[in-house]
Nanobody, 124 residues
């Protein structure tokens, strides 16, 4: 089993920034591609960003391109999501997830492990 623990969420004003972290343990972190998803109240979980095992390939949902950046530090077993220019519609619980499948970044069912999530609230 892999354990994933997110941190860094909180309350921020529109236009502000936050950096989320996700610490992994229990498995060899560098064997897994990592993703960030989010879920707002009453909505389905949606893809935000993903990064390959080496960090060399990233992908983003259109609504965060240019504002969010995903990165990872395999030495620290941690993946990050740097968020800038936050909007009220970014308010959600943010989850990190791990998968061994190289494709299908957008597909939640392809991820093997999930964290518990961290709340991000953006006030207008």
């Amino acid at each position: 089993q892999m354990q994933l623990v997110e941190s860094g969420g909180g309350l921020v004003q529109a236009g502000g920034s936050l950096r989320l972290s996700c610490a992994a343990s229990g498995r060899t972190f560098s064997n897994y591609a990592m993703g960030w998803f989010r879920q707002a109240p009453g909505k389905e979980r949606e893809f935000v960003a993903a990064i390959s095992w080496s960090g060399g390939i990233t992908s983003y949902a259109d609504f965060v391109k240019g504002r969010f950046a995903i990165s990872r530090d395999n030495a620290k077993n941690t993946v990050y999501l740097q968020m800038h220019s936050l909007k009220p519609e970014d308010t959600a619980v943010y989850y990190c997830a791990a998968k061994t499948t190289p494709s299908g970044d957008y597909v939640p069912s392809l991820y093997d492990y999930w964290g518990q999530g961290t709340q991000v609230t953006v006030s207008s």
